[in-house]
Every structure is written in C-alpha cells, then in structure tokens.
C-alpha cells in the first residue's frame, strides 16, 4: 500500500466511515412516515436521536476497497475525541501497524511506519486534488451517522432544505427535480445533497452527494442497525459507491464493536526521526 493509495484512502474513509455496536440488531424503519411534518420538526427529531457521546473507540473493523486498480482488505480501528481528533490505526492482516491517521480541525497527519515518513496536509489541498469539499465537521458528523448538511455543515441550511416523503422514508433535498433540472440545462455547477431518513428511529439511511454538471456521484448506504439501548440506533454495515463520469469505485466497512466514553483510546506521536513530506 503505497503513499499515493494512502491518500485516496484518507479521503474516502474520512468522507463514509460510519458507527456499529455488536448489540442485537433491530429493523430500523419502526412506522411510517407522515405526511406534512414540516423541516425544522425533522431535523429537531434527528437531532434528538443523535448518541451523545464525548469518545468514541471503534476496534476491528474490516474495510474492502474496489478503487481503479486497487482491491485490498485490511483492518483498522479508530478513535474518536469529539470537537478534537479522529485517529485510524490501519493494521493489515498480519496483524502489523503500517500507517497511523490523525485527523484534527485543521490538518490530516500520515505516519507511515514502513517508509519511516510523516505526510501532512490540510483540508484545502485534498480539497482541490480530489475535488471534494473537505472539513472537519462534515467528517464528525458523517463518522456518527450524525446529522450534516454540503457542503456547509450549519444545520440553518439543513432547515431549508425540502422535506418529502417516499417509500415510508423521509426525504430531505437541497433542490427538488426541478429547480435541479433547470440548473443543469443552464449549465450552472449544482450540488445537490440527498438524505433519507427512518421514521420511528430516525436515524439516516442513505446520504448521496450528487454534482450533475460534471457526472460525480457519491452514494452512502447504512445497514444492519443495531440497539444500543432504548433511544439509540447505529449502523453496523456500510457501502459506499462513487462515480466519476466513466470511472467509479466502492468500499464496505464492518465494525465488530465499539465503546462509548470509556477508557481505550489511540495516541499520535509523531516519530522525531520520520522524514516529513507534503500531500
């Protein structure tokens, strides 16, 4: 797995890692969806069903990667510290540390313990190399199935986005089919961000970020929910798929567990001796 592979994998893992308990599971959709409730009220349900929580200590998790010449499976685990850090500790199948992340609200730190290096970056230079909106917040939000809106994550902008409902889900969009369609035959650069949502638990179950105007679609499905007590729900499964005009590629994550506010955590030091390189 070589820097380059490592990159792409940071930006991806950081766009659609998700939360999963080993807990007995439950169907997730629990009623259905009414007709006419308004947007404030839904992202005020959302929000009241978020898990509160100050860490996060996810351990084995199982990712398989489907990239333009690249299939790979490995293991990791991460930490979260919440408003703080999120570390990913990559562990192949041999059981061998070889890359260490750290992601803070300014930068994303690489320690590869292969090549003895330290690659650093920030938001903004992932940002124009892959040509996502990168930050932080987004990150949090999408690693706790949490709540977000794109590419600013200010939830104002969520309450005026159009609340519908379809398939006994609720749907919330930043631009209905029409005002979507329109845009495009104008040729304006439209981002249009699509979430659906359980009724009962109302906990998200596919998030996609579509971007007409230059064929780039990214698609985040939630499976196997999980209870982790009387009010709290997560997903166990993930699957991510993204298209880029004709190139496209998918990743599967699975989490065996996780603990809420307890006492694993992941350190980051970075090695004095470790040469520094630049994203």
Not at 207 to 231: C, G, H, K, M, T
Request: charge should be positive; hydrophobic fraction near 40%.
């Amino acid at each position: 797995m070589n820097l380059r592979l490592v990159c792409y994998l940071v930006v991806v893992i950081v766009l659609t890692l998700f939360m999963g308990s080993c807990r007995s599971k439950e169907r997730i959709i629990t009623g259905d969806a009414v007709v006419g409730l308004s947007e404030d009220r839904l992202v005020d349900l959302i929000q009241v069903n978020d898990l509160p929580y100050e860490s996060l200590y996810f351990r084995r998790l199982l990712v398989e990667l489907d990239i333009p010449g690249q299939v790979r499976s490995f293991r990791a685990n991460m930490y979260i510290k919440k408003d703080s850090a999120i570390i990913i500790s990559v562990v192949p199948l041999m059981g061998i540390e070889v890359f260490r992340i750290c992601l803070d609200e300014r930068n994303i730190t690489v320690i590869d313990r292969i090549n003895r290096q330290v690659m650093k970056g920030d938001y903004r230079s992932l940002s124009q190399q892959y040509s996502v909106n990168l930050n932080f917040k987004i990150i949090q939000q999408i690693l706790t199935n949490s709540l977000f809106g794109y590419p600013d994550t200010d939830l104002r902008q969520i309450k005026r986005y159009r609340a519908s409902v379809g398939d006994n889900l609720y749907i919330l969009q930043s631009a209905d089919d029409r005002t979507a369609s329109r845009s495009l035959q104008r040729g304006d650069d439209l981002t249009i961000h699509r979430l659906e949502i359980a009724p009962g638990k109302f906990r998200i179950n596919r998030s996609i970020i579509s971007q007409p105007s230059n064929q780039s679609v990214l698609r985040i499905e939630y499976a196997d929910f999980n209870q982790i007590n009387n009010r709290h729900s997560f997903p166990n499964k993930i699957s991510i798929f993204g298209t880029h005009g004709r190139e496209s590629m998918s990743i599967k994550f699975n989490y065996v567990g996780f603990d809420i506010n307890g006492s694993q955590s992941i350190s980051f030091r970075i090695p004095g001796n470790y040469e520094v390189v630049n994203f």
